[in-house]
């Protein structure tokens, strides 16, 4: 295998979202939305879950590219919004959006 095969089996995508705190991951327990989301095939537009460095998160992939602070920002306020959707009690102030990039090997 030469190293363009190799490197067309690796993908590289972006997450954009927050830790899953305990009292997020109650709340996201106890909504309704959220199982039904999870139940249903999921699209580009929904939330997801990932484990990172020993921590669970939860947000949105990007895996297109070139990406710039625009597409960012734009993807941040979406996940915003559908943390605010599917847990309204939640106080979502305290959310503190993280960006980072995840190797994927097939």
């Not at 009292?23 to 929904?46: F, H, P």
């Not at 590219?65 to 847990?87: F, G, H, W």
Request: charged share 25%; aromatic share 10%.
């Amino acid at each position: 295998m030469n190293s363009q095969e190799m490197m067309s089996k690796v993908k590289y995508r972006l997450f954009i979202g927050c830790i899953i705190s305990a009292e997020l991951r109650l709340q996201l327990s106890q909504s309704i939305r959220w199982k039904q989301a999870k139940i249903v095939a999921s699209t580009q537009e929904d939330l997801e879950e990932t484990h990172y460095h020993e921590k669970d998160y939860i947000g949105r992939f990007l895996d297109y590219s070139p990406i710039n602070l625009n597409d960012l920002r734009l993807t941040e306020a979406k996940v915003m919004q559908a943390i605010k959707n599917y847990c309204p009690e939640y106080a979502c102030e305290k959310i503190k959006i993280v960006v980072f990039s995840q190797v994927f090997v097939s």
